[in-house]
């Protein structure tokens, strides 16, 4: 029989519920272990004492919240990361983070079980449990809400039954996740795709639609990773949080989408990320001037993979790990500085200016100073076109 379950802990009504119930149904010990990861809100030694008075024997809290903007943040800035073309991962980035420190807190506590209070019709399911699997296979995962059957409404009688200190009658029609390098809200009326989003979903970003003053700002980054804003030194959190506030209040990365779930299922979004879609737009111009032309390119189909990897649960895999230093390789020369005018929820590159540059003036300059030789030109547009002039002789002779 097992020894004791380590639980990941939000503090919430379910993983609060969730304490009483593992302990019912198994007869184990339950330690909870609540990881700050940027999403604000409660304070951490608050949600600590909430879950021994729920029973949890023990209760861990962790800020993560500078490993998390160095370690899983920054590797999908250096990939721009983006799931679908749109998503930057939120919640995907920071379940591979809770895993490690879970696994850390069952290693400490000789538990032999983790749980989560995931549904069975989500994605983060499959990247807790994947993610255990990956770095601990001898834990087995327990997840009582998708498991034991805990619906809402159960949990609330249970709270009420049992008395514990949890507010059972605020009913929030949204499933939010938020961390520092995004928001996620679903369900509610969201689940009509045709509803628009309303302002009051929102909380990272400001309307964009209201009369305000650009923000111009200068993002200086080394080997990829952003290391000053407007001249002042910033550590990757601080960039995150700075563009969080500046973007945000400019109504920057707003995204509202359809997107496809590992489980099958189609599902409606609604994502705020300002400083994250803010980080990868300068990111992403700083490439385009430092990065060879076909690193560049074989870089754009990694970067999907790589989100894709990330969305389906396989942080810890080969795969993910090797492309992790294909992109370290990419980054090895985007260091300089993004000039972006943030506005009327977009931010738009005005500047880009660096060292590592292969962008050469005298050779892209329609005036004087050209060094281009374009004599060259005529032979190579020849040559380049040969294959195409030859099939298309072939087609002419076999067609016609
Ligand atoms: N669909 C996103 C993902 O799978 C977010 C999941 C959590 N979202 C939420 N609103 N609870 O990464």
């Given at each position: ?61 962790v ?30 980035l ?39 699997t ?16 805990l ?33 996620a ?40 990773i952003?290391?000053?804003i ?5 550590t ?9 506030a500046?973007?945000g209040?400019?109504?920057v ?18 994502y ?7 980080l ?36 810890f895999?080969p ?5 992790d ?42 005036d004087?100073g ?17 294959p ?9 002779r076999?067609?016609?």
């Open positions: 029989m097992s020894s004791s379950v380590v639980l990941a802990f939000s503090g919430g009504l379910d993983t609060s519920v969730g304490i009483g119930w593992i302990k019912d149904a198994t007869g184990c010990d339950v330690i909870a272990v609540a990881v700050d990861v940027g999403q604000g809100g409660e304070d951490l030694e608050v949600i600590r004492e909430r879950a021994l008075a729920c029973g949890a024997v023990d209760a861990v809290v800020d993560a919240r500078t490993e998390f903007a160095e370690h899983f943040c920054m590797p999908a800035l250096k990939a721009d990361a983006l799931y679908m073309d749109r998503y930057p991962l939120v919640s995907a920071s379940r591979p983070l809770i895993v490690k420190h879970l696994v850390s807190a069952a290693k400490q506590f000789g538990a032999d079980t983790v749980a989560h209070g995931c549904t069975g019709k989500g994605n983060d399911q499959v990247r807790f449990e994947v993610g255990i990956a770095l601990a296979p001898e834990l087995s995962c327990i997840a009582p809400i998708r498991d034991l059957g619906t809402r409404d159960k949990a609330i009688d249970y709270a009420e039954a049992k008395g514990l200190p949890i507010e059972t009658t605020k009913k929030s029609p949204y499933s939010i996740d938020q961390n520092v390098w995004g928001r809200v679903e369900t509610g009326f969201l689940e009509d795709i045709w509803n628009g989003p309303i302002e009051d979903i929102y909380s990272y970003t400001d309307d964009p639609a209201i009369a305000r003053n650009a923000d111009e700002v200068i993002i200086s980054f080394e080997h990829g952003p290391v000053a407007d001249g002042s030194p910033v990757p959190l601080q960039a995150i949080e700075i563009m969080n500046r973007a209040a400019q109504g990365g707003r995204i509202d989408m359809v997107e496809d779930r590992l489980v099958g299922i189609k599902s409606r979004e609604v705020e990320a300002p400083g994250a879609m803010a990868i737009a300068a990111h992403q111009e700083l490439c385009n001037v430092t990065v060879e032309r076909d690193l560049a390119r074989f870089a754009g189909t990694a970067r999907q993979r790589w989100a894709e990897l990330v969305y389906d649960g396989l942080w895999s795969l993910k790990r090797a492309l230093e294909f992109f370290t390789t990419v980054n090895e020369h985007v260091t300089g500085d993004v000039r972006m005018t943030m506005h009327g929820g977009r931010a738009v590159v005005t500047g880009r200016r660096s060292s590592h540059s292969l962008y050469d003036f005298s050779l892209a300059t329609y004087t050209d060094t281009f030789d374009q004599s060259l030109a005529k032979g190579f547009v020849t040559l380049w076109g040969l195409s002039r030859m099939a298309a002789a072939r087609d002419e076999t067609q016609g």
